[in-house]
């Protein structure tokens, strides 16, 4: 415990360096290319569009209908697409974030968890942009989310927690089991279907008792699932303009804080070896 | 501020050497843990205390864990056991550059760099045109770095290192950077750094620079400290064991190494080469002593009047003197049977280091070999007196210094005098 908390310590004194690790990533990212800062918005783009011909218009998914009887596809899709974008490029990051910087772990001291959580910080960054986005065309579409933004914002925190306390765990998980990511990629790939991102949480939550969903028990262990909750709660403000029950709110609560204490408690456990592991 | 600057009381420090750098979840479950490894204590309850506003260098050969301690001292490694405790802050220069950003810019990477490095932007933005100054980038900083040649990279990972403004900096092995000029500008840099009484604690091969720097040098041997004290004296001694051990070490491999070059028609032969100092044969000598090349011979026939000639090379194949018996005006007669031939040495020359014979006896025209051996004898010279270490030979002179004009009312000028 005392050890968390002296490690808050330092990591809030090392705010500034925080700030500058962001803005490398930031500036890093797409350097050199031509396009720029216009990649951050052109690769959700393209898997909106991917999405929406194959599940909007050729599988014919039906969405909720929405707020002022808005019912689109696309803007139902964005709703959970891009915090689950968001989470999935935390993870990743995450996981990328010590080994790609092993040369400064091993030639310089400074609170490793800096590298973790500057790959979240920029990231969120992204993400804000995406949202704000997302959320003008909304706005667009006749579904008004102003006053939905606030608790869609304090929404993204919660998940930013999450995503960083999974991150934090990976990333040293990482350094000594480099398979971590493989098993990772397929683990993301599963929890995106597991994830109501492309369809509707009803096809879930409505089966009959005797189909298959409901006999292989997929029903109720799909709900165990953290993000299912996230997703649902993103879409809950924004598309439908309802708040998300209590009983969800706690559920994100408390997995946020699981996460994170999880998360910050392996990666002090096993940060201290790891210039010599990297 | 404290009179001790960077303490440790019994560092150890334990790596684990993997059989197999398979570091999967495979393995891992196949012999229901990680992959195996060797345990291996680079430092073993090392304990040092260093004094605040010194010079403290760390010496030893490959492998003794030198560069563990400083980076156990600089909180990159944290030690299996015992502690060490850093009283001020701490700038450590163990790579120059590391964490640039090759995309990024000079000015932006000196502001990343400088973050992780400890300043805080306003320290920064104080101290940027000394940073480029110093390294003569005005204009590339706006550059990305991966445009840099190397010199110019590490030139900016150094100025800013050294702007960092630190109490206690720790370097390692890397004062060596940068052309002749930029060299200067650091040591002048570090100078000042020691008058204004900062803390430096440097790693280095080097032995001459950390001679002349250093105010007190440890040093590390297989992990452990073999001693504490001057440079001057720790220095000669670390040097004379390290010859100790190549001795060792070369007397097995010549008897199995492979034959150097030899080439000659054969009339006379040379069957060995050896030192040989006060009666006995050797292979290390201090500089100064008195010694004798010694080289066997043997002529199956009679040959008349053939001209004896030696060789002395430095192991980078620097030829530092090549006497033979015809320029030395000596008749060597008519040499049938076996015997050998002395070259007497009354002081040797030599800066300590290691030094190859080549021995070769020619026809009287000094145009057929004989016999030409090639690096014959390896030998080892010793710190002896005088201390010269610089270069290959001492010239052995005597110091002079003389105050011709006294300032002030008086007194004889002031003479100062080294004997060697």
């Known amino acids: ?278 | 501020m404290s009179d001790v600057a960077v303490e440790a009381v019994g560092v150890s420090k334990r790596f684990r050497l993997y059989h197999e750098r398979n570091q999967s979840l495979k393995a891992a479950f196949m012999r229901g843990r990680r992959a195996k490894y060797d345990e291996f204590w680079a430092l073993q309850d090392v304990d040092l205390s260093i004094p605040s506003g010194k010079t403290y260098g760390l010496i030893g050969h490959n492998g003794s864990g030198k560069s563990t301690m400083l980076k156990c001292l600089a909180g990159i490694l944290v030690p299996d056991r015992g502690r060490t405790q850093v009283h001020g802050k701490v700038s450590a220069l163990l790579e120059l550059g590391a964490g640039f950003h090759p995309e990024l810019s000079g000015r932006d990477n000196v502001y990343l760099n400088g973050s992780i490095l400890g300043m805080s932007r306003k320290q920064i933005d104080r101290q940027f045109d000394e940073i480029v100054d110093f390294a003569g980038l005005e204009t590339f900083i706006d550059t990305p770095v991966k445009n840099y040649s190397s010199g110019m990279y590490v030139r900016l990972g150094f100025s800013v290192a050294i702007n960092v403004d630190p109490e206690i900096l720790m370097v390692d092995e890397v004062l060596a950077v940068g052309d002749e000029s930029f060299q200067r500008k650091c040591m002048e840099k570090f100078a000042d750094f020691r008058a204004e009484g900062r803390t430096v604690v440097i790693v280095s091969h080097a032995l001459g620079t950390m001679r002349s720097m250093c105010d007190e040098v440890a040093w590390l041997d297989h992990g452990k400290l073999k001693g504490v004290g001057r440079p001057e004296e720790l220095v000669d001694e670390y040097v004379g064991a390290s010859h100790e051990d190549r001795v060792e070490e070369s007397a097995t491999a010549e008897e199995e190494g492979p034959r150097h070059n030899r080439w000659g028609s054969g009339e006379v032969r040379i069957t060995g080469a050896e030192l040989v100092s006060d009666g006995r044969v050797t292979t290390k000598v201090p500089t100064g002593d008195e010694v004798a090349i010694r080289v066997h011979w043997e002529a199956a026939a009679p040959v008349v009047e053939p001209v004896f000639g030696i060789a002395l090379h430095t192991l980078d194949g620097v030829h530092v003197t090549g006497p033979n018996t015809r320029d030395a005006e000596l008749r060597t007669g008519t040499l049938h049977g076996t015997g050998w031939l002395d070259l007497r040495v009354p002081r040797l020359m030599l800066t300590p280091g290691t030094y190859e014979l080549t021995a070769a006896v020619f026809d009287r025209s000094v145009v057929h070999a004989f016999d030409h051996r090639e690096k014959i004898l390896r030998f080892h010279v010793l710190p002896g007196t005088p201390r010269d270490h610089f270069g290959v030979i001492s010239l052995g002179g005597a110091w002079d210094l003389r105050n011709e004009s006294p300032a002030g009312d008086g007194g004889a000028g002031a003479v100062g005098r080294t004997g060697s």
Request: charged share 10%; aromatic share 12%; proline share 4%.
């Open chain 1, 1 to 278: 415990m005392e050890g968390t908390i002296s490690q808050l310590r330092v990591t809030f004194a090392s705010r500034e360096l925080l700030g500058n690790l962001v803005l490398r990533e930031l500036r890093g990212k797409y350097k050199g290319t031509s396009l720029g800062w216009l990649w951050s918005l052109l690769n959700p783009l393209a898997s909106t569009v991917i999405f929406t011909v194959v599940f909007g218009a050729i599988l014919r998914v039906t969405p909720t209908v929405g707020a002022d009887g808005l019912q689109n596809y696309t803007l139902f899709l964005l709703c959970a697409l891009l915090p689950w974008n968001y989470f999935s490029g935390v993870v990743n990051g995450g996981m990328g974030a010590l080994l790609g910087n092993a040369n400064l772990i091993k030639k310089t001291s400074f609170p490793r968890q800096l590298l973790v959580l500057a790959a979240t910080a920029s990231l969120f960054v992204t993400f804000l942009i995406e949202m704000a986005v997302l959320a003008v065309a909304l706005l667009v579409f006749g579904a008004n989310p102003l006053l939905w933004l606030l608790p869609t914002l304090l929404l993204m925190v919660v998940l930013a927690v999450f995503a960083t306390g999974l991150g934090l765990m990976l990333s040293v998980a990482n350094v000594y089991f480099r398979d971590s990511a493989h098993f990772v990629a397929i683990g993301l790939q599963v929890l995106f279907y597991a994830t109501p991102v492309i369809y509707p949480i009803t096809l879930v939550s409505d089966v009959s008792p005797d189909s298959l969903v409901a006999r292989l028990h997929i029903d109720s262990l799909y709900f165990v699932n953290p993000l299912v909750h996230f997703v649902e709660a993103f879409r809950d403000m924004l598309y439908e303009h309802h708040l998300p029950g209590l009983g969800t709110v706690l559920v994100l609560l408390v997995s946020a804080a699981v996460s994170m204490w999880a998360g910050w408690s392996i990666f002090n456990r096993f940060s201290g070896r790891l210039a010599e592991e990297l």
